[in-house]
C-alpha cells in the first residue's frame, strides 16, 4: 500500500476546514505550510482570501501569480497530466527520504533495512491490507457515486491476490490471524467517506493503489529477503505490463477530477495526509510488536 501504505488512530483526526472568501481580493495561488515537529510541511496550493487548510498554519511560504502558474504549466516540452500530477506532488512531499529519494518528511519510523519482521507480524500486515483492499473494490463495485464505475476492473486489484498469499501461508502451517485495529478502523473510515465525500475518497484510492506499486514494492522485497527466503508473493505481482496499468489508471483518474472545481481538488489533496497516517498504521503492524 501506499508506499503501500500504512498505522491509525482509531478516531483518526480530522482536517479543520473554514472557509472565508475576500471578493475584492486578486484570486492568487499560495502555497500554505504547516509546522510539525519544528519541521514545515507544504500541506496544499489554494487561493488567496482562503483560510481552508488541513492544520494551523504557521505562515504563508510561497506566493504566485496566476501568469507565473501558465508559464511554469506551459513551459516548452512540458505538458499538462492531469490532477494526478497534483496528487502525486503532494504524496512525495509526504514521503520520508527512506521511503523516496525526493521525500521531505521527517521519519518517525525505523528505517526498513532496520526492521526486524516475524511471519506472525507480516500476517498481521498482510491481513489488515485484505481487509482494505477487499473495502475499496465493494465499493467501486457498488458505486454509489457514479465516478467510482470508472475505478472497477483497473487491473491494480489485491484482493484475490492476497487471499492466495494467505492460503499458501495456511499450507505453511501458519494461523491466519483476525483484523486487528488498523485495519478495521481504515476500512470503517473508507466505508463512511465514501458515502459522502468521492474528493476525498479517490485520494485514498489513488494513494493506497499507486502507493503500494512503488514503496509497498520495496516493504516487500526486504521483508520477503528476510523470513521468506525471497520468496515473491502474489500481493506483488500484476498481471501485463504493470506501467501500461498505471498509465492506464492515471488516465482514469484524470477524466474523473477533471470537471472538479479547484476548490474540491484542494479538498482532495487535503485528505492526503490522512491517507498516509492509516497506511502508516497498517505498515506498522510488520515492525511494531
Not at 90 to 111: C, F, I, W, Y
Not at 244 to 263: A, H
Request: proline letters at 5%; glycine letters at 6%; aromatic letters at 8%.
Amino acid at each position: 500500500m501506499a508506499s503501500s501504505a500504512l498505522p491509525i488512530s482509531q478516531s483518526p483526526r480530522s482536517f479543520v476546514s473554514a472557509r472565508h472568501r475576500a471578493a475584492s481580493r486578486p484570486s492568487l495561488p499560495v502555497v500554505y505550510a504547516s509546522s510539525l515537529g519544528g519541521q514545515l510541511h507544504c500541506l496544499r496550493l489554494g487561493t488567496r482570501g482562503s483560510s481552508r487548510i488541513g492544520l494551523p498554519l504557521r505562515r504563508v511560504v510561497v506566493y504566485a501569480t496566476t501568469t507565473d502558474v501558465h508559464k511554469k504549466r506551459q513551459a516548452p516540452g512540458a505538458r499538462d497530466r492531469g490532477f494526478v500530477d497534483e496528487m502525486r506532488a503532494v504524496a512525495m512531499s509526504l514521503h520520508t527520504r527512506d521511503q523516496a529519494k525526493k521525500g521531505e518528511k521527517e521519519a518517525n519510523a525505523p528505517p526498513v533495512a532496520k526492521w526486524e519482521p516475524s511471519v506472525e507480524r507480516y500476517l498481521r500486515f498482510l491481513v489488515d491490507s485484505k481487509l482494505v483492499y477487499d473495502t475499496l473494490e465493494t465499493i467501486v463495485q457498488e458505486a454509489a457515486y457514479p465516478c467510482y464505475a470508472e475505478l472497477r476492473n483497473t487491473g491494480l486489484e489485491r484482493s484475490e491476490k492476497l487471499a492466495k498469499d494467505l492460503e499458501w501461508f495456511r499450507d505453511q502451517g501458519h494461523t491466519i490471524p483476525e483484523p486487528s485495529s488498523p485495519g478495521v478502523s481504515y476500512a470503517s473510515y473508507l466505508e463512511e467517506l465514501s458515502k459522502k465525500d468521492p474528493q476525498a475518497f479517490i485520494c485514498h484510492f489513488y494513494n493506497i493503489y499507486f502507493g503500494h506499486t512503488a514503496g509497498g514494492r520495496m516493504i516487500g522485497s526486504k521483508v520477503a529477503e528476510k523470513i521468506l527466503d525471497n520468496k515473491e508473493l502474489e500481493f506483488y505481482k500484476w498481471d501485463g505490463d504493470l506501467s501500461q496499468v498505471l498509465q492506464n489508471v492515471r488516465d482514469k483518474l484524470n477524466r474523473v477530477t477533471c470537471s472538479w472545481s479547484r476548490e474540491e481538488k484542494d479538498h482532495c489533496l487535503e485528505e492526503t495526509r490522512k491517507s498516509f497516517q492509516y497506511s502508516e498504521d497498517i505498515i506498522s503492524l510488520i515492525y511494531s510488536s
